[in-house]
Nanobody
C-alpha cells in the first residue's frame, strides 16, 4: 500500500508563491501518473496538474497554466507543485494523488490519495 504525505501549504498574500511537496512511502509499478487536486469549501474536487512519471509529460488545468509547475524528484520519490502568482481563488485543500497510466485528470482515475494540505491566499 502506497502512502502519500503532503506538506508545504500555508497562508500567503495574492501574488505570492508556495511550493507543495508530496512524499510517497514506496515505489509501485501501478503508479505511472501523479497529480495534484484541490477542493475549495462548497466545491467539488478538481484536478490541477498531472505528471506521467515514466515519460515526463505534464498537463494542467486552464486556471493554473503559466502559474503552477508540477515536477518530481525520482530519487526522493517526491512530487512537487510550485505555485506562483497565487490568487484568492486558489484557496483550497490541496491533495496529492497517484494512479495508473490510463485515465484523465479526474478523481476517479486515481487510486492513492494523501490527506491534503491547506493553501489560503488573501487579497
Amino acid at each position: 500500500q502506497v502512502q502519500l504525505v503532503e506538506s508545504g501549504g500555508g497562508s500567503v498574500q495574492a501574488g505570492g508563491s508556495l511550493k507543495l511537496s508530496c512524499a510517497a512511502s514506496t515505489y509501485s509499478l501501478d503508479i505511472q501518473r501523479m497529480a495534484w487536486f484541490r477542493q475549495a469549501p462548497g466545491k467539488e474536487r478538481e484536478g490541477v496538474a498531472q505528471l506521467y512519471t515514466v515519460i515526463g509529460i505534464t498537463t494542467y488545468a486552464d486556471s493554473v497554466k503559466g502559474r503552477f509547475t508540477i515536477s518530481r524528484d525520482n530519487a526522493k520519490n517526491t512530487l512537487y507543485l510550485q505555485m506562483n502568482n497565487l490568487k484568492p481563488d486558489d484557496t483550497a485543500l490541496y491533495y496529492c494523488a497517484a494512479g495508473p497510466f490510463a485515465g484523465t485528470l479526474r478523481e476517479r482515475d486515481f487510486n492513492y490519495w494523501g490527506q491534503g494540505t491547506q493553501v489560503t491566499v488573501s487579497s
